[in-house]
């Protein structure tokens, strides 16, 4: 029988370690020997297998069954049974990206899991967000890189005139998303988690119900229940959409044309992006910014350069600290109109006649007809309020038991990866483990070309952060024009930015703008996500000549007082204290070795 100790190294890490041995084997706690302490163990890696490639000489560490824990094993081609008394062990109201990572994670671990969608599977994310803008973008770039004859004679190429066919464009669009749709939709049911067709509402405590608007409904229960519904496109007042010349970012990944001069109202990521396609594609844009500067949110340091690169050289023009307060669409032959004024002062700007206007002014979470005064809910701003375990908070500001909301709906973070991790935390709660997911380690990113990537805190934030709390902040930078790879490829503009402290070493924010910057990013995220210190991972050693040596370069030019650890800070602090706690033991735990060993088997580390 197989048996599993868990030695929790932090409250999201925890190690196993398997035997193979009879009902006895089985342990749930681990005692540290005199021959071995914390500062003697050597780890290969902070993954489940930690131990597994790692030799010492050592004597066996010695488990015994002291505290015995029931753990959930779970078959990846059954959906599980269902908790005494419910239908499902977790209900999840919307299929995004946020729900169907829940969802593939429930099933993991063993529970009953349905997930109810009254569009399509795959959300905003696969079918009008993340999934088709990039294939947009993907011809973008190539276009770009195609018309631009300086950089193709850089290379000794040749191109003739590029052109593109905008039914071809769209299809590509289009195709890719109902290709990851279907996948998303494959892997689901391949699981056996059971897709239930249907707006979903709560209905009451640990009930849901779904169906079509006047038509059949039918209620189900669930131990757990999950709200997914992530967001729709934010429409100002005074702003007419008809989805032909005046549209949101729904319409326009369709590209159902392709306007002389368009208005992008909005400059964040949304605004960004399409600029960078209808650009490519021959447009010419006017960025509407209600801010003093364009690409609010950004690093300010990151976003002039940007503006520098992405924006003076191209086709567009921009007016910003002004609102768009009425925007009418072309119709009877005349122009889509746009009525500008002073942000301020409210006194009128300009009026612009174009031949289409985009709004990107943002998403707004889909939380209507959910049924939350069921449960005594009060949205905050069309937002679910919840804790920082994504549970769902009433009106009397008390947790509401067994109900969870995570993704756009909660307003936490609007991104479709984070709903995802959300997912998953709130899927090891409901198994039983305690998570919280730290949102200042998921990366941000804009698929320009050159792209901009984010995590953390900007300098500003950082800079606030450090003089309320009585610290000292530093910032080191470097530039992709030292870097091989970047020069190989002619693409050598771009920066990347990290803001930290000094004096521990702590990763506060890292920011990059420039070739493949979203790829780049990660190893940043992760070192904020494990608590590393820039002082260990400064040796880590990264392939030549590859773009991943910018981040190198970055992490070895900060200058920290501390000096490094032989392990990450969280991990050598929860090693300590796991072997500060049981130390009082290991005397009395040795008395009695003999006796702890007899009639069981040892389980060798080594």
């Not at 779904?210 to 229960?221: A, F, H, L, Q």
């Not at 804790?387 to 991104?415: F, T, W």
């Not at 050598?492 to 790829?519: S, T, W």
């Not at 400064?538 to 992490?555: C, G, M, N, R, W």
């Amino acid at each position: 029988m197989q048996s599993s100790i868990s030695l929790s190294l932090s409250s999201s890490s925890p190690i196993t370690v398997r035997s193979n041995g009879g009902a006895n084997s089985a342990a749930s706690d681990l005692f540290f020997s005199n021959t071995a302490t914390p500062s003697q163990l050597r780890f290969c890696g902070l993954r489940r297998e930690a131990f597994s490639g790692c030799k010492s000489s050592n004597n066996a560490l010695l488990f015994k069954q002291l505290r015995p824990k029931t753990k959930i094993s779970a078959s990846l081609s059954t959906n599980g049974n269902s908790s005494k008394g419910f239908d499902y062990d977790l209900v999840i109201i919307g299929a995004g990206v946020g729900g169907h990572g829940a969802a593939l994670h429930a099933v993991e671990k063993g529970l009953k899991t349905a997930i109810i969608e009254g569009d399509v599977v795959g959300g905003t994310c696969v079918n009008r967000g993340c999934v088709p803008s990039k294939a947009l973008l993907a011809v973008s770039g190539r276009m770009r890189e195609l018309q631009n004859e300086h950089h193709m004679k850089s290379f000794g190429l040749q191109v003739a005139a590029a052109g593109y066919d905008r039914q071809g464009v769209a299809d590509h669009a289009q195709n890719l998303a109902t290709k990851i749709r279907n996948n998303l939709t494959n892997s689901m049911k391949s699981l056996g988690v059971d897709i239930l067709t249907g707006f979903g509402s709560v209905v009451g405590p640990q009930k849901v119900k779904y169906g079509t608007i006047g038509g059949t409904e039918t209620v189900i229960t669930a131990k757990n229940i999950i709200i997914a519904t992530g967001s729709v496109p934010f429409v100002p007042k005074g702003v007419e959409v008809d989805g032909k010349t005046v549209i949101t970012s729904d319409h326009a990944l369709k590209l159902e044309t392709v306007p002389e001069w368009i208005v992008i109202v909005g400059s964040g990521y949304i605004g960004l992006e399409f600029s960078d396609v209808y650009t490519a594609l021959g447009s010419e844009v006017t960025f509407v910014e209600a801010l003093d500067q364009l690409m609010p949110g950004f690093d300010p340091e990151i976003g002039k350069l940007a503006q520098r690169v992405l924006i003076n050289p191209r086709k567009i023009d921009y007016h910003t600290g002004v609102f768009a307060t009425k925007i009418t669409p072309a119709k009877d032959g005349k122009p889509v109109t746009i009525e500008l004024i002073d942000a301020k002062t409210k006194e009128p700007k300009d009026t612009l006649e174009v031949d289409a206007a985009l709004i990107a002014t943002g998403r707004a979470p889909f939380t209507n007809g959910l049924g939350l005064e069921n449960v005594n809910v009060e949205t905050q701003r069309g937002f679910i309020p919840v804790d920082e375990r994504m549970r769902v908070i009433d009106s009397k500001g008390e947790l509401v038991p067994h109900l969870y909301c995570i993704g756009d709906a909660n307003g936490k973070m609007m991104l479709a990866h984070a709903a995802s991790a959300q997912g998953i935390s709130v899927v090891e709660q409901v198994s039983g483990k305690d998570h919280v997911l730290n949102h200042l380690s998921i990366p941000a990113a804009c698929f320009t070309h050159p792209e901009i990537s984010m995590v953390g805190l900007t300098e500003p934030q950082a800079r606030e952060k450090a003089e309320k709390e009585g610290f000292e902040i530093s910032i080191a930078k470097t530039s992709f024009k030292a870097n091989t790879k970047a020069l190989a490829e002619n693409e050598g503009e771009g920066i990347a930015k990290m803001i930290y402290r000094p004096d521990n070493g702590e990763i506060l924010g890292v920011h990059i703008f420039g070739m493949h910057a979203a790829d780049l990013i990660h190893e940043a995220s992760n070192a904020i996500a494990l608590g590393t210190r820039i002082q260990d991972i400064k040796y880590a050693v990264h392939a030549h000549p590859t773009l991943s040596e910018v981040i190198d370069e970055l992490f070895k030019s900060a200058k920290v007082r501390g000096k490094a650890s032989l392990l990450p800070p969280q991990l050598t602090f929860s090693l300590v204290l796991k072997w500060l706690k049981t130390r009082f033991l290991v005397r009395l735990l040795n008395q009695f070795r003999s006796k702890l060993v007899e009639g069981q088997e040892a389980v060798d580390l080594s």
